[in-house]
């Protein structure tokens, strides 16, 4: 069974810092492009980074670029999301998912969410 696993998310302050784990399980993460989406109350999902598989090149939205650095550990079978220097904005609910072409495809700047397998989501809340 094909399965993507969220975990890492929890309450941090302004400034703080977490790292998601996206784990996966039924399938290897190597031949997958990974991408992390996220998802605030009353607002459009939000493509925010993506890792393709063939040649590890990423992707950042404006909105996390510099903060935000992603990365993947085939051994593991797991991809990371560190995040950095965490604003208020940045509270939401995040998903991984995975896309079988091993792409991650960009479209007007912004991530493409054609994505095959989607995790159940870890929540982020950025307050004081």
């Known amino acids: 069974q094909v399965q993507l696993v969220e975990s890492g998310g929890g309450l941090v302050q302004p400034g703080g810092s977490l790292r998601l784990s996206c784990a996966a399980s039924?399938?290897?993460?190597?031949?997958?492009?990974i991408g992390w989406f996220r998802q605030a109350p009353g607002k459009e999902r939000e493509g925010v980074s993506c890792?393709?598989?063939?040649?590890?090149?990423?992707y950042y939205a404006d909105s996390v670029k510099g903060r935000f650095t992603i990365s993947r550990d085939n051994a593991k079978n797991t991809v990371y999301l560190q995040m950095n220097s965490l604003k208020s904005e940045d509270t939401a609910v995040y998903y991984c998912?995975?896309?079988?072409?091993?792409?991650?495809?960009?479209?007007?700047?912004?991530?493409?969410?054609?994505?095959?397998?989607w995790g159940q989501g870890t929540q982020v809340t950025v307050s004081s």
């Open positions: 998912a995975s896309k079988a072409s091993g792409y991650c495809t960009v479209v007007a700047g912004r991530l493409y969410p054609h994505f095959g397998s």
């Open positions: 039924g399938f290897t993460l190597d031949y997958y492009a």
């Open positions: 890792i393709s598989s063939s040649d590890g090149s990423t």
